[in-house]
């Protein structure tokens, strides 16, 4: 099992400023409509610091990492990577894995490799791994803790909303945490331009990281460096006596939200700042999610509280 993930609390202190990303989405390379280069420029043409091209790690598109090393430059980079695919989830499906910072001549998968087997091989090859859209298709409980290897849920997906209305991934987040596994939450794009523009630009990672390369970058992800969103901004999280404090871009609401029914909140119009009391919290982890008068939102990663809250 990983680490727990770097608390909020320490992300937001760390050195280094937040880069924005997409770290899921597909090309021609498998079953996109945009070529590399396209995706590429998409990208960089809305603002976006780094994305990763996660094309399908199937047979039938020749086991591809695509290699998009050649559209860096400018203050824009790029992550190799792959959505890998094993049999069969519990329900008789394949498994969906994300692996961000795969070698371009990562092994193809082998024919009775399992999705644990295939996620663990990814860790080992120097990858952050995450369990891709559980939403989408109803993965289990059970398969998802079967995964001791991730580093990460998606807590959304826009082209799984936009497409399915299954973007939503933070109760399977949340039982996990709830059963001991330390995972953090990403939000992601999973474009494949195949309904153009509408399913880009709707969920991304913000990391914190003092250069915009692939290798800063990448171990940031993998130490849960970040945090995710669909469009509000997080300026600081912090503690100030038993108070946990939240800063942000205009809010409607501010939530901590803990195990089983935990949860508090603050609202109001516009909302830059709140502050929320930490004991319910005791002996529990917590995370945080901002949301904007628009209905949209943005996550921080776990904190596990001790007796001395």
């Not at 989405?25 to 091209?53: K, M, Q």
């Not at 079967?146 to 209305?165: I, M, R």
């Not at 409607?252 to 803990?258: K, S």
Request: with cysteine.
């Amino acid at each position: 099992m990983q680490p727990h993930p770097m608390s909020p609390f320490e992300t937001f202190a760390a050195p280094g400023r937040f880069w924005r990303g997409n770290i899921h989405g597909h090309s021609t390379n498998s079953d996109g409509s945009w070529s590399p280069a396209e995706v590429c420029a998409a990208y960089r043409r809305e603002g976006y610091h780094f994305i990763a091209l996660t094309d399908h790690f199937l047979e039938r598109y020749g086991f591809p990492v695509t290699d998009t090393s050649a559209y860096r430059g400018d203050g824009f980079t790029t992550i190799l990577g792959a959505e890998v695919h094993a049999p069969q989830t519990s329900r008789g499906m394949d498994w969906h894995i994300l692996a961000v910072g795969l070698p371009v001549d990562f092994p193809p998968t082998a024919a009775q490799e399992t999705g644990p087997e295939l996620s663990q091989r990814c860790v080992d090859a120097g990858a952050f791994v995450a369990i891709a859209h559980p939403p989408w298709y109803n993965l289990t409980l059970e398969d998802g803790l079967s995964l001791t290897s991730a580093h990460a849920v998606e807590v959304y997906n826009h082209t799984c909303e936009v497409l399915a209305a299954r973007g939503d991934g933070s109760s399977m987040w949340d039982s996990l945490l709830s059963a001991g596994c330390p995972l953090a939450g990403i939000a992601v794009d999973d474009s494949h331009f195949t309904h153009g523009a509408r399913e880009g630009f709707g969920g991304w990672v913000m990391v914190k990281a003092e250069q915009n390369t692939p290798e800063t970058l990448l171990d940031a992800l993998k130490a849960g460096r970040f945090y995710a969103s669909q469009g509000p901004r997080i300026d600081d999280v912090r503690l100030e006596e038993a108070m946990l404090v939240v800063e942000c871009s205009p809010a409607a609401e501010v939530f901590a939200l803990g195990p089983g029914a935990t949860a508090k909140s603050v609202s109001g119009p516009s909302l830059r700042r709140a502050e929320i009391p930490l004991d319910p919290f005791k002996n529990a982890w917590m995370r945080v999610l901002v949301r904007d008068a628009n209905g949209k939102s943005a996550w921080t990663n776990p904190h596990w509280f001790g007796a001395e809250v």
